[in-house]
């Protein structure tokens, strides 16, 4: 069982930048992904960005892109994900999650994740 722990939201101005990270209590498997789900209240969690363990390939939502950058660490088995230009409709609670393993045709799918962090608070000034 792997666990997941988000860390570094906040309240930011728009504009503005954030980092959120996600510690994982075991390496995930190296055909495992991990990627980054918000969640805005009475919606459900969005796909933003992903990473690949073993080769760090990267997979962004259109809505992210060019704004977030995911990144990871493989020897402190942690994730961040740096958020520029952050828009109030970037609010939301974001949460990590492990997919043990992943496809190119998974990366975005929230159901293909099999652990999940408590989420960070993320919230978006005007």
């Known amino acids: 069982q792997v666990q997941l722990v988000e860390s570094g939201g906040g309240l930011v101005q728009a504009g503005g930048s954030l980092r959120v990270s996600c510690a994982a209590s075991?390496?995930?498997?190296?055909?495992?992904?991990l990627g980054w789900f918000p969640q805005a209240p009475g919606k459900e969690h969005e796909f933003v960005a992903a990473?690949?363990?073993?080769?760090?390939?990267?997979y962004y939502a259109d809505s992210v892109k060019g704004r977030f950058t995911i990144s990871r660490d493989n020897v402190k088995n942690t994730v961040s994900l740096q958020m520029n230009s952050l828009k109030p409709e970037d609010t939301a609670r974001y949460y990590c999650a492990v997919q043990l393993y992943a496809s190119a045709s998974s990366y975005a799918n929230k159901y293909a994740y099999n652990y999940w962090g408590q989420g960070t608070q993320v919230t978006i000034s005007s």
């Open positions: 075991c390496r995930p498997f190296s055909s495992g992904a």
């Open positions: 990473i690949s363990w073993s080769c760090g390939s990267t």
